[in-house]
């Protein structure tokens, strides 16, 4: 069960990106908090409780847009000006790459996927910094992540759709109008994130409806909130 809570408010955005073992509990998931105003991060537990924060000035954030808690418990953020993954512990980064991303994720291959929604294009890049895959875009990506099938599930914010394609950038598989903005059972308005679920299901945070859909292969909402 993979667990992706966004929550906006004018000063703050938090994210919590986990992955659930079978026995875990919801409960025991960690928030990850960005500070936008006070460029900083930290992390909660279910009790409001914190249990780490980063805000350094040898290395200081530069309006932090996405961060995700790793399965090695490193974090990963992705800042108007780099993407790099720090260990926790010792706040030491071990992986970086500069440009203005959107959002990134670390693979299970360990390697990055790196969402550049100004230049259109999605990359792949090993811990060399080496480009294995790219994908230039016809609209700009938000968010994108492996499926196991090596394909790549990518959400078009703006585009206001959401696809599955595949390593050549063939679309497979698409919820959403393109470019059409809507509510109801066939659209989607500003969708940020996506993530495929083990029934094959796709579930979307619909921002810009303040929902979340899960959708069908069929292309059917089974389920919102």
């Given at each position: 069960?993979?667990?992706?809570?966004?929550?906006?408010?004018?000063?703050?955005?938090?994210?919590?990106?986990?992955?659930?073992s079978e026995?875990?509990?919801?409960?025991?998931?960690?928030?990850?908090?960005?500070?936008?105003v006070e460029q900083q991060i930290f992390i909660f537990n279910r009790q409001a409780e914190i249990l780490w924060s980063y805000k350094e000035k040898n290395n200081p954030l530069f309006m932090p847009i996405y961060v995700e808690l790793t399965p090695d418990k490193t974090l990963l953020v992705t800042d108007s000006s780099?993407?790099?993954?720090m260990e926790m512990k010792s706040k030491?980064?071990?992986?970086?790459?500069?440009?203005?991303?959107?959002?990134?994720?670390?693979?299970k291959n360990g390697n990055i996927l790196i969402c550049y929604?100004?230049?259109?294009?999605?990359?792949?890049?090993?811990?060399?910094?080496?480009?294995?895959?790219?994908?230039?875009?016809?609209?700009?990506?938000?968010?994108?992540?492996?499926?196991?099938?090596?394909?790549?599930?990518?959400?078009?914010?703006?585009?206001?759709?959401?696809?599955?394609?595949?390593?050549?950038?063939?679309?497979?598989?698409?919820?959403?109008?393109?470019?059409?903005?809507?509510?109801?059972?066939?659209?989607l308005s500003y969708p940020e994130y996506a993530i495929r679920l083990r029934t094959g299901n796709t579930l979307i945070t619909d921002t810009g409806n303040s929902r979340i859909v899960e959708v069908s292969l069929k292309g059917e909402i089974v389920w919102s909130y």
């Open positions: 069960l993979i667990s992706s809570i966004i929550a906006e408010s004018s000063k703050k955005e938090v994210i919590a990106y986990a992955v659930l026995n875990a509990q919801i409960t025991s998931l960690p928030v990850v908090s960005i500070d936008k780099r993407v790099f993954e030491k980064i071990i992986w970086e790459r500069s440009g203005e991303a959107k959002s990134a994720v670390k693979l929604e100004n230049d259109s294009r999605i990359l792949e890049v090993n811990r060399k910094n080496q480009v294995v895959w790219k994908c230039d875009c016809d609209k700009p990506p938000f968010h994108a992540t492996k499926l196991g099938n090596n394909n790549t599930l990518v959400t078009y914010s703006t585009g206001h759709i959401v696809r599955e394609i595949n390593p050549t950038g063939k679309v497979l598989w698409s919820f959403g109008k393109l470019e059409i903005e809507g509510d109801d059972e066939q659209h």
